[in-house]
């Protein structure tokens, strides 16, 4: 069991470009949710999608959207980057949304220059 | 929405000393309390959760205890060794349209010296 991948490690954007990180859920698992960690921060939710859906949405602009697959992987775009969405990008998995266990995978490191 | 206090942001003990994490949280209905383990670097893991239908759950040199009264709970770890250096975080999980989304503290650094 691979466990939660994700894709790139790490990334260095320009401000004002556009990103796309991708996570692949553990095994089993249909629910995916993103968070943003700043340095030296707790993670912050961003959303969680379900059913290819988006469930529920944390305190962050339109710039932030996501996609799920059938296959229950997901995507995590951000627009119009910003210095200060420069952070550690994660993706956790669980079984169902009602689940309480989440898996996290390692982590995007994302830098905008 | 939940709001979850973490203290002491760092904490430093000695090899085999014991070292007890705080958190508080503000909503009543949260009912899932996890805490996670980030080493430097790496993902956060899980490694003890206690839900609110128990007072206290421990595992081996770990335990977790939970006052819904007070809405606090903490994280024991008894015979600290050098690998349990890390940052811990402890969240407050609430049904929210019917998903359970957690809500992490700030973190505690804790640096065990050999």
């Known amino acids: 069991d691979a466990g939660v991948t994700q894709s790139p490690t790490h990334l260095i954007k320009t401000r004002g470009q556009q990103v796309t990180l991708r996570c692949s859920p553990k095994?089993?698992?249909?629910?995916v949710s993103w968070y943003q960690q700043a340095l030296g921060q707790g993670p912050q939710f961003i959303f969680q999608?379900?059913?290819?859906?988006?469930?529920q949405r944390g305190n962050f602009p339109d710039r932030f959207s996501g996609h799920q697959f059938p296959n229950y992987s997901s995507e995590l775009n951000v627009n119009a980057l910003l210095l200060g969405d420069s952070a550690l990008y994660l993706c956790?998995?669980?079984?169902?949304?009602?689940?309480?266990?989440?898996?996290f995978g390692q982590g995007t490191r994302l830098t905008v220059v | 929405g939940e709001n979850v206090e973490q203290h002491p942001s760092t904490l430093s003990v000695q090899e085999g000393d014991s070292a007890v994490i705080k958190c508080t949280y503000s909503?009543?209905?949260?009912?899932?309390f996890p805490w996670y383990k980030q080493e430097l670097g790496k993902r956060p893991q899980l490694i003890i959760d206690?839900?609110?239908?128990?007072g206290e759950k421990k595992d081996q040199r770990i335990a977790v205890t939970l006052n819904k009264t007070a809405k606090h709970f903490s994280l024991h770890i008894t015979e600290t060794q050098p690998e349990d250096s890390a940052v811990y975080f402890c969240?407050?999980?609430?049904?929210?349209?019917?998903?359970?989304?957690?809500?992490f503290g700030r973190g505690t650094s804790l640096i065990v010296h050999p």
């Open positions: 095994s089993g698992h249909d629910t």
């Open positions: 909503d009543s209905a949260s009912n899932y």
């Open positions: 999608y379900y059913e290819e859906e988006e469930r």
């Open positions: 206690i839900r609110s239908n128990v």
């Open positions: 969240a407050a999980q609430t049904a929210s349209g019917g998903s359970y989304i957690p809500t």
């Open positions: 956790a998995s669980s079984f169902n949304y009602r689940a309480g266990e989440a898996f």
